[in-house]
C-alpha cells in the first residue's frame, strides 16, 4: 500500500507530500507519517529547511471526521503544529485547494505560506458545532488580528488566497504550475524561522480588540461552539501561548461532547451517504444542455430560473398566451430579485424560451411536468411528452403525491419517468427529492441525480410511494399537531413551541404561507380520506380562508402580507368541532407538543424505513433539514431517535395511544427495535431487514 506521506530530498530541501485521496484529510496514518517524515528531516544535518505540500486537488482539507468518535490516536494534529511551529528549521507550506479547518491550522504553524491564486481558507469548525482545535483560535488572531479571526471561525465560511495574502494569512500567492518551485525558493531565501505564537503585532491596539470581542459576546442566543471560541479568541489576547491552547483543548473536549456537534456530525455524515445513490455504480448520467418545464406557476417558474441560473437552456412549455405572459412576469420577478441580490449572474435569461407548443420540447435532455396536481392533468401530459420526447430523454414530475406509475404507462417510456421533486422555493431550497419507480432505468436515475448537483441541491433517493419521503413525514407532523388542537392546544401555541424547537415556522403558520388551498384541492380527491382528520382546514377553505393569500387563515394578515392575530373566526370552527369530536383535553405545553410532534416524526419515518422508501434512517434526516428547516443541531429525527432510544419513543407511544387509540399506532419496525434494544442506525447493518 502506497503510504501516505513521503519524503523527498531535493539538495538542502527536504520535500514533505501528503498523498491521501481524496481531499487528504488528516488522519491517524497521514499524521503518523508527517511526523515520522518531519523528525527525518529535522535529523538530517544536510538539510536545512523544509516545505509541507499535497498531490490531488488539496493541500488537507481537514482532519478526519469519523475518527471524532473513536479514542484518540498519536500524534494529535495539535501535537504536530507544534512539532512544526518549534523546529529549528524554516518549514513552508505550499497551498492549494481548499484549506480548511485541521489543513489550516497545520499551515498557520508552518513558518512562512505560499498559496496558489485559487485557494480557499478557511476553518469551518463551527458547522460541526466545534472550535479549532490544534490551534487554530491562538494563531489565526495572531496573524490576522481579532475581528478578522472571529468573523472568519465563527461564520465558518472560507476566504480567496487574494484575501488571505493582504490580510498577512499567507505570504504570496503563486500561480498552480509554480507553486512548488515558488515555494521552494522561499525556504531556499529564508535563514530564519519566524513562529507564529510570537506575532503579537496585531494585538497593539488592545482597547480595539477587546471592543471586538465583547461585540461579539454581546450577541444573544449564541450555541456553545461560537461562545467558545471567543472566548478562546480572548485567550489568544491575554494569556501565554501555552494557557491558550490549554483552553482551547479543553473547549474542544467540551464541545465534542456536546448534542448539538453530535448532531451537526450525523448531519455532516448523512448528507454525504444520501447522495450516494446505487444507480450511480451501473450507470453514467447522460448529457444535459437543456431542460424543459411543463408549467410555469410558483413552482415551475422556480424550478425553470434555477436551471437557468446554473446554465442550461430551458424551455417552458404554457397554456395560452396568457400562460406565457404570466410565466414570464414571474421568472422575471425571480431573475430580477436574484440581481438585486447578487445572487445570478446577469445573462441568465439568455437561454429561456417561452412557448405554447409541446412540440418545443423536441430537443429537450431532461423534462420536468409542474403541472397542478390534477391526475389526468398530468396523464394527458406524459402522454404527449411520451410523443414528441427524443429517445432517452428523463420524463420527471415534480409531484410528491400522485402515483408515478399511471404516468410512465400513459407516457409509453417506464424506463424513463421518475419523480424531481422540488421544494419551494425551487430556486433557493436545497432539497431535491428522487422518486424512483421500480421501472426505472438507472442511467435515468444518474441524469436526474446529475441535474440535482449541478443545480446545487442535495438529492437524496426515495421509491415512488406517493408522498415520496418529505411530504409522508409531514403528513404525520401536521396530522399530529391537528390531534393537539382537537385536544386543546390552539394554533399559535403550537407554532411557538416550533420556533422554540428550532423550526424556521410552526406547522399552521406554515400553512397559511403556503396556502390552506393546495392541500385541499388534494384531499378532495383522495378516494379514502381519513376518517380521523381535523376537518378545521376545508372548513376554512370552504369559507374561502386560504391562509396569507386570501388576508385570513389560521391568522389574519394585512394588505402587506404581515401575520397578526389569531384568526378569531377560525377559534370558533375549531371550537365548534372540539364540541362534535369530544377527545380527552391535555395540559398543554411547550414540550408536550414538542414530544408530540418528534414521536409523531420518528415512528412516521420507521414506517418508511420499513416499506423501503427511505433507504437509511439519514436520509430522511436529510430531507427534514434540508426540505422543512429541521434544526440541523438536532441532526433530525432519526438521530434524536436513537438519542433517546427506539424503546422510549415506542414506550411513550403506547403511554399517549392509551388515551388517543385512534391516533397512535407504533410503527412495528419501532416495536421490533424497541424489543430488541437497538437504535436505528444498527437497523440494516445488523440483518433487520425484511
Given at each position: 500500500?502506497?503510504?501516505?506521506?513521503?519524503l523527498?530530498?531535493?539538495?538542502?530541501?527536504?520535500?514533505?507530500?501528503?498523498?491521501?485521496?481524496?481531499?487528504?484529510?488528516?488522519?491517524?496514518?497521514?499524521?503518523?507519517?508527517?511526523?515520522?517524515?518531519l523528525?527525518?528531516?529535522?535529523?538530517?544535518?544536510?538539510?536545512?529547511?523544509?516545505?509541507?505540500?499535497?498531490?490531488?486537488?488539496?493541500?488537507?482539507?481537514?482532519?478526519?471526521?469519523?475518527?471524532?468518535?473513536?479514542?484518540?490516536?498519536?500524534?494529535?494534529?495539535?501535537?504536530?503544529?507544534?512539532?512544526?511551529?518549534?523546529?529549528?528549521?524554516?518549514?513552508?507550506?505550499?497551498?492549494?485547494?481548499?484549506?480548511?479547518?485541521?489543513?489550516?491550522?497545520?499551515?498557520?504553524?508552518?513558518?512562512?505560506?505560499?498559496?496558489?491564486?485559487?485557494?480557499l481558507?478557511?476553518?469551518?469548525?463551527?458547522?460541526?458545532?466545534?472550535?479549532?482545535?490544534?490551534?487554530?483560535?491562538?494563531?489565526?488572531?495572531?496573524?490576522?488580528?481579532?475581528?478578522?479571526?472571529?468573523?472568519?471561525?465563527?461564520?465558518?465560511?472560507?476566504?480567496?488566497a487574494?484575501?488571505?495574502?493582504?490580510?498577512?494569512?499567507?505570504?504570496?500567492?503563486?500561480?498552480?504550475?509554480?507553486?512548488?518551485?515558488?515555494?521552494?525558493?522561499?525556504?531556499?531565501?529564508?535563514?530564519?524561522?519566524?513562529?507564529?505564537?510570537?506575532?503579537?503585532?496585531?494585538?497593539?491596539?488592545?482597547?480595539?480588540?477587546?471592543?471586538?470581542?465583547?461585540?461579539?459576546?454581546?450577541?444573544?442566543?449564541?450555541?456553545?461552539?461560537?461562545?467558545?471560541?471567543?472566548?478562546?479568541?480572548?485567550?489568544?489576547?491575554?494569556?501565554?501561548?501555552?494557557?491558550?491552547?490549554?483552553?482551547?483543548?479543553?473547549?474542544?473536549?467540551?464541545?465534542l461532547?456536546?448534542?448539538?456537534?453530535?448532531g451537526?456530525?450525523?448531519?455532516?455524515?448523512?448528507?454525504?451517504?444520501?447522495?450516494?445513490?446505487?444507480?450511480?455504480?451501473?450507470?453514467?448520467?447522460?448529457?444535459?444542455?437543456?431542460?424543459?418545464?411543463?408549467?410555469?406557476?410558483?413552482?415551475?417558474?422556480?424550478?425553470?430560473?434555477?436551471?437557468?441560473?446554473?446554465?442550461?437552456?430551458?424551455?417552458?412549455?404554457?397554456?395560452?398566451?396568457?400562460?406565457?405572459t404570466?410565466?414570464?412576469?414571474?421568472?422575471?420577478?425571480?431573475?430580477?430579485?436574484?440581481?438585486?441580490?447578487?445572487?445570478?449572474?446577469?445573462?441568465?435569461?439568455?437561454?429561456?424560451n417561452?412557448?405554447?407548443?409541446?412540440?418545443?420540447?423536441?430537443?429537450?435532455?431532461?423534462?420536468?411536468?409542474?403541472?397542478?396536481?390534477?391526475?389526468?392533468?398530468?396523464?394527458?401530459?406524459?402522454?404527449?411528452?411520451?410523443?414528441?420526447?427524443?429517445?432517452?430523454?428523463?420524463?420527471?414530475?415534480?409531484?410528491?403525491?400522485?402515483?408515478?406509475?399511471?404516468l410512465?404507462?400513459?407516457?409509453?417510456?417506464?424506463?424513463?419517468?421518475?419523480?424531481?421533486?422540488?421544494?419551494?422555493?425551487?430556486?433557493?431550497?436545497?432539497?431535491?427529492?428522487?422518486?424512483?419507480?421500480?421501472?426505472?432505468?438507472?442511467?435515468?436515475?444518474?441524469?436526474?441525480?446529475?441535474?440535482?448537483?449541478?443545480?446545487?441541491k442535495?438529492?437524496?433517493?426515495?421509491?415512488?410511494?406517493?408522498?415520496?419521503?418529505?411530504?409522508?413525514?409531514?403528513?404525520?407532523?401536521?396530522a399530529?399537531?391537528?390531534?393537539?388542537?382537537?385536544?386543546?392546544?390552539?394554533?399559535?401555541?403550537?407554532?411557538?413551541?416550533?420556533?422554540?424547537?428550532?423550526?424556521?415556522?410552526?406547522?399552521?403558520?406554515?400553512?397559511?404561507?403556503?396556502?390552506?388551498?393546495?392541500?385541499?384541492?388534494?384531499?378532495?380527491?383522495?378516494?379514502?380520506?381519513?376518517?380521523?382528520?381535523?376537518?378545521?382546514?376545508?372548513?376554512?377553505?370552504?369559507?374561502?380562508?386560504?391562509?396569507?393569500?386570501?388576508?385570513?387563515?389560521?391568522?389574519?394578515?394585512?394588505?402587506?402580507?404581515?401575520?397578526?392575530?389569531?384568526?378569531?373566526?377560525?377559534?370558533?370552527?375549531?371550537?365548534?368541532?372540539?364540541?362534535?369530536?369530544?377527545?380527552?383535553?391535555l395540559?398543554i405545553?411547550?414540550?408536550?407538543?414538542?414530544?408530540?410532534?418528534?414521536?409523531?416524526?420518528?415512528?412516521?419515518?420507521?414506517?418508511?424505513?420499513?416499506?423501503?422508501?427511505?433507504?437509511?434512517?439519514?436520509?430522511?434526516?436529510?430531507?427534514?433539514?434540508?426540505?422543512?428547516?429541521?434544526?440541523?443541531?438536532?441532526?433530525?429525527?432519526?438521530h434524536?431517535?436513537?438519542?433517546?432510544?427506539?424503546?422510549?419513543?415506542?414506550?411513550?407511544?403506547?403511554?399517549?395511544?392509551?388515551?388517543?387509540?385512534?391516533?397512535?399506532?407504533?410503527?412495528?419496525?419501532?416495536?421490533?427495535?424497541?424489543?430488541?434494544?437497538?437504535?436505528?442506525?444498527?437497523?440494516?447493518?445488523?440483518?433487520?431487514?425484511?
Amino acid at each position: 500500500m502506497t503510504q501516505p506521506v513521503r519524503l523527498e530530498r531535493h539538495g538542502a530541501l527536504a520535500l514533505i507530500v501528503v498523498h491521501n485521496p481524496p481531499v487528504n484529510a488528516l488522519s491517524a496514518a497521514v499524521r503518523q507519517g508527517l511526523e515520522a517524515c518531519l523528525h527525518e528531516a529535522m535529523e538530517d544535518a544536510d538539510i536545512s529547511a523544509v516545505l509541507l505540500a499535497a498531490d490531488g486537488r488539496t493541500f488537507p482539507a481537514g482532519a478526519d471526521i469519523s475518527e471524532f468518535n473513536s479514542p484518540p490516536q498519536a500524534p494529535a494534529l495539535g501535537d504536530l503544529c507544534n512539532m512544526i511551529e518549534t523546529s529549528e528549521k524554516p518549514v513552508v507550506a505550499a497551498l492549494h485547494g481548499t484549506v480548511l479547518g485541521g489543513g489550516l491550522e497545520l499551515a498557520m504553524a508552518a513558518h512562512y505560506r505560499v498559496a496558489e491564486e485559487t485557494t480557499l481558507l478557511g476553518l469551518p469548525e463551527v458547522k460541526l458545532g466545534l472550535l479549532p482545535g490544534a490551534g487554530g483560535t491562538q494563531r489565526t488572531p495572531r496573524l490576522v488580528g481579532i475581528k478578522v479571526a472571529l468573523d472568519m471561525m465563527l461564520s465558518g465560511l472560507p476566504i480567496k488566497a487574494v484575501d488571505a495574502d493582504r490580510l498577512g494569512l499567507i505570504d504570496k500567492v503563486s500561480p498552480l504550475k509554480t507553486l512548488r518551485v515558488d515555494a521552494a525558493a522561499l525556504a531556499a531565501e529564508m535563514r530564519d524561522v519566524r513562529r507564529t505564537r510570537d506575532a503579537r503585532s496585531q494585538f497593539e491596539d488592545g482597547a480595539a480588540c477587546m471592543a471586538d470581542i465583547a461585540a461579539r459576546r454581546s450577541v444573544p442566543g449564541r450555541p456553545l461552539a461560537s461562545r467558545k471560541i471567543i472566548d478562546c479568541v480572548e485567550a489568544a489576547l491575554l494569556v501565554p501561548f501555552e494557557i491558550g491552547l490549554d483552553m482551547e483543548r479543553d473547549a474542544f473536549t467540551e464541545c465534542l461532547a456536546s448534542d448539538a456537534s453530535a448532531g451537526l456530525r450525523h448531519a455532516f455524515f448523512a448528507e454525504r451517504h444520501a447522495t450516494k445513490f446505487p444507480e450511480l455504480a451501473q450507470a453514467k448520467p447522460q448529457q444535459v444542455d437543456t431542460v424543459g418545464v411543463v408549467g410555469a406557476g410558483l413552482m415551475g417558474s422556480g424550478i425553470a430560473m434555477a436551471c437557468l441560473d446554473a446554465g442550461f437552456a430551458v424551455t417552458v412549455v404554457e397554456q395560452g398566451e396568457a400562460g406565457v405572459t404570466g410565466a414570464l412576469a414571474r421568472i422575471g420577478a425571480l431573475y430580477e430579485k436574484g440581481l438585486a441580490k447578487g445572487q445570478m449572474g446577469e445573462g441568465a435569461l439568455t437561454d429561456l424560451n417561452l412557448t405554447t407548443g409541446m412540440e418545443a420540447l423536441g430537443t429537450a435532455d431532461l423534462i420536468i411536468e409542474c403541472a397542478s396536481e390534477d391526475a389526468q392533468v398530468k396523464r394527458d401530459i406524459f402522454t404527449r411528452l411520451g410523443l414528441v420526447a427524443k429517445p432517452g430523454t428523463v420524463l420527471a414530475s415534480n409531484t410528491s403525491y400522485l402515483d408515478l406509475e399511471p404516468l410512465a404507462r400513459a407516457s409509453g417510456r417506464m424506463p424513463d419517468v421518475l419523480a424531481l421533486h422540488f421544494f419551494a422555493p425551487a430556486h433557493r431550497m436545497s432539497l431535491v427529492e428522487i422518486g424512483v419507480p421500480d421501472a426505472a432505468n438507472a442511467q435515468a436515475v444518474a441524469t436526474a441525480h446529475g441535474l440535482a448537483k449541478v443545480l446545487g441541491k442535495t438529492p437524496v433517493r426515495s421509491t415512488a410511494a406517493p408522498g415520496l419521503i418529505g411530504n409522508q413525514m409531514l403528513t404525520a407532523y401536521r396530522a399530529t399537531a391537528d390531534r393537539l388542537l382537537l385536544r386543546g392546544a390552539q394554533p399559535a401555541q403550537v407554532d411557538a413551541a416550533m420556533r422554540s424547537f428550532g423550526m424556521p415556522m410552526g406547522p399552521y403558520e406554515a400553512q397559511d404561507y403556503s396556502g390552506l388551498d393546495i392541500a385541499w384541492a388534494r384531499r378532495k380527491a383522495m378516494k379514502n380520506p381519513d376518517p380521523e382528520a381535523l376537518l378545521l382546514p376545508d372548513i376554512l377553505c370552504e369559507a374561502e380562508q386560504f391562509g396569507r393569500k386570501s388576508g385570513k387563515g389560521y391568522y389574519v394578515y394585512n394588505s402587506e402580507g404581515k401575520r397578526g392575530a389569531a384568526n378569531p373566526e377560525m377559534l370558533t370552527m375549531l371550537a365548534g368541532e372540539r364540541r362534535m369530536r369530544p377527545l380527552a383535553r391535555l395540559a398543554i405545553t411547550p414540550e408536550l407538543i414538542q414530544d408530540h410532534l418528534l414521536v409523531a416524526l420518528i415512528n412516521a419515518g420507521a414506517g418508511l424505513l420499513e416499506a423501503g422508501t427511505a433507504a437509511r434512517p439519514g436520509d430522511i434526516d436529510v430531507v427534514m433539514v434540508h426540505g422543512f428547516g429541521y434544526p440541523r443541531h438536532k441532526g433530525g429525527p432519526m438521530h434524536q431517535a436513537d438519542a433517546l432510544t427506539p424503546f422510549e419513543v415506542a414506550r411513550r407511544i403506547n403511554l399517549y395511544a392509551q388515551a388517543d387509540p385512534a391516533h397512535w399506532h407504533p410503527a412495528p419496525l419501532l416495536s421490533r427495535l424497541a424489543a430488541e434494544r437497538m437504535r436505528f442506525s444498527q437497523y440494516g447493518a445488523a440483518g433487520m431487514q425484511k
